[in-house]
Structure formats: structure tokens, C-alpha cells
């Protein structure tokens, strides 16, 4: 007997925290007025899309080669999501006199630049970016959703290797 979940379950899990890790961050917008500032809206972007891949691949109840791309694929989304989230706990961290000024909205980065300038310009953050508002265990958002960008990115990844369908 073995307690390894099968596949379709550990996609299914990874969906279902996907989606609370979304949920939760629209309580903290909505709720207690935790604005996201324009790296915290890519790792939504980036954390809607790792949802969505673990949906289709619970759904698709995939072979060994569909395995295999979905492991990818998600593996890849999560290591972009990390990395955004490494880039902003790289911000939240640093001497507050080398804190970038506070930019414009990402609305309005969107729209003034072409989208690979826009992507440069958010990446590089802002005074926004650097503001800590709600912790847990003594870690901010960005650094949790680091954490949860990295397990997720595994979980899809190690799944070749699942050997419960």
C-alpha cells in the first residue's frame, strides 16, 4: 500500500491552492484594503495560469508524454512565478535610501509602453513594491508567495515520476 496521491489528485490539490492563494489575496485587496502593487498583479497573472494548468491536467487525466508536457509547463510557470516573487522580496529588502520612487500605476505603464517595455519597467519596481503591509509568521506576501511559487512549480514537475495514474 503506498501514500502517494495519484496524479489527478495532486492536480487537482495544486488547482485548489491556486485558487485560495488567489481568493485570498482578492479578501486582502477587497477586504483590508491591501492594494497589490504592479508585481504583485504578474504573480496573480502568473498564479492564474498555474491554475489553470493544474484544472486542464486534472481534467485531461493525461498519458505518460501529456504527463510529461503538463510537468513542463507548470514547472516553468512556477520558476517565472518565483522569480517575479524573488525580484520583489529582492526589493522589499532593500536599504530604504536605494528603494526605487514610487512609479505610475499599471494601468497606465500598460498602456504608454509596448508590452515587453511595460514587463521591463514593472520589473524593475517601485517605492510600492517595497512597502510590506500584511505578514504571517513573520513573512510578507511576496516572500509566502515565493514559497508557494516554488512547491507548486515541484508538484507539477515531480509528476512524471507519480506512478498512480
Known amino acids: 500500500m503506498t501514500c502517494v496521491p495519484t496524479r489527478r489528485l495532486c492536480y487537482a490539490l495544486g488547482f485548489v491552492i491556486a485558487t485560495g492563494l488567489l481568493a485570498f489575496a482578492l479578501y486582502l485587496q477587497h477586504a483590508q484594503g491591501e492594494d497589490p502593487c504592479p508585481l504583485c498583479i504578474f504573480q496573480r497573472v502568473v498564479m492564474i495560469a498555474l491554475g489553470v494548468l493544474f484544472l486542464l491536467a486534472a481534467l485531461l487525466g ?51 509602453h509596448p508590452f515587453f517595455k511595460a514587463l521591463e519597467v514593472v520589473l524593475k519596481g517601485s517605492g510600492e513594491c517595497a512597502a510590506v503591509g500584511w505578514t504571517f509568521l513573520s513573512l510578507s506576501i511576496p516572500e509566502w508567495t515565493l514559497l508557494w511559487f516554488i512547491a507548486l512549480g515541484l508538484l507539477g514537475a515531480l509528476q512524471p515520476f507519480n506512478r498512480r495514474p
Open 62 to 112: 493525461l498519458g505518460r508524454i501529456g504527463t510529461r508536457v503538463f510537468a513542463v509547463l507548470i514547472g516553468l510557470t512556477g520558476a517565472t512565478g518565483a522569480l517575479i516573487a524573488a525580484r520583489h522580496v529582492w526589493i522589499l529588502h532593500m536599504p530604504p535610501d536605494q528603494v526605487p520612487a514610487c512609479g505610475p500605476g499599471l494601468n497606465y505603464i500598460l498602456q504608454a
